[in-house]
């Protein structure tokens, strides 16, 4: 999905599956100076956003990027004969030459370093504290946990949170994760946990991570991620109670189709 300076645009197809361009529309909300929303489903979104992009430089328009959520961010190194295709997502993207790029939750800082004029911004961290509020968090005796170092170098400098980080082995191939061990000091029992990641997809990692809080003695663990797609609904973490909700935004899932799930509203930011 594409939103040109606020507005949805309804991007068709031919019968064959060719994109038709409404020029009409994107004139109709052009401005000198415009934003492009970009909300990832496929990888034809990639042409889309090629369309209009090169139609409004065909009309000498300056235009900026946000997207919600960026494709292949987790592929953000190579092991193997495993394909560098984070990098080569930005590369397309540098080819369009934006002003600037806004990265909603970037997984990592290397997406960061690839496309060209572009900064992160987390509204997981923004969330955090009404989330805590709802859940009833103490900060005096419940606990923050990154379920590995990836989140906790995004997320630990929150202030005001007791911390627990997981460091865990995964299969790069297959993206199974082989151990988790949690690190740090807990005190006493019947303690809440927040876990704070990037990404929930079938949701593996928060269900191991629960396992593994439940043995040192938390008694009710939440789930706040920045991105959250649908592929939860085919896993087993909402039939569990390992996790009592799932708190997210609306960078993939446009709204909850699960009582254990909450989507939060971020806009254009």
Not at 37 to 55: A, H
Not at 60 to 72: D, N, Q
Not at 210 to 215: D, I, R, W
Request: net charge negative; glycine share 8%.
């Amino acid at each position: 999905m594409l939103m040109l300076n606020g507005i949805e645009l309804g991007l068709k197809q031919f019968p064959n599956g060719e994109t038709l361009v409404n020029g009409d529309e994107i004139l109709t909300h052009m401005a000198d100076f415009n934003t492009l929303v970009w909300k990832y489903e496929e990888d034809g979104d990639l042409v889309k956003l090629m369309f209009i992009k090169s139609y409004l430089d065909d009309r000498r328009v300056r235009c900026s990027l946000t997207i919600y959520y960026l494709p292949y961010s987790r592929m953000d190194r190579v092991e193997g004969t495993s394909a560098f295709t984070l990098k080569y997502t930005a590369s397309f993207i540098n080819r369009l030459d934006f002003e600037s790029v806004t990265i909603i939750e970037p997984h990592s800082d290397v997406s960061l370093a690839l496309i060209d004029r572009s900064i992160g911004k987390y509204p997981t961290i923004q969330l955090l504290d009404q989330v805590a509020e709802e859940v009833g968090f103490d900060p005096k005796q419940d606990y923050l946990f990154f379920p590995d170092a990836g989140a906790q170098k995004r997320y630990s400098k929150v202030q005001g949170y007791k911390q627990l980080v997981g460091f865990k082995a995964r299969d790069f191939q297959t993206g199974q994760i082989k151990s988790l061990e949690v690190v740090g000091q807990v005190e006493g029992t019947g303690f809440k946990v927040i876990i704070v990641d990037d990404l929930c997809s079938y949701g593996g990692t928060f269900m191991l991570s629960g396992e593994k809080l439940k043995e040192i003695g938390a008694s009710h663990i939440y789930l706040l991620v920045g991105h959250c797609e649908k592929s939860i609904y085919k896993g087993k973490i909402l039939e569990t109670d390992l996790i009592d909700k799932v708190f997210t935004t609306n960078t993939i899932l446009d709204q909850a189709e699960h009582n254990k799930i909450h989507v939060y509203e971020i806009g254009g930011l």
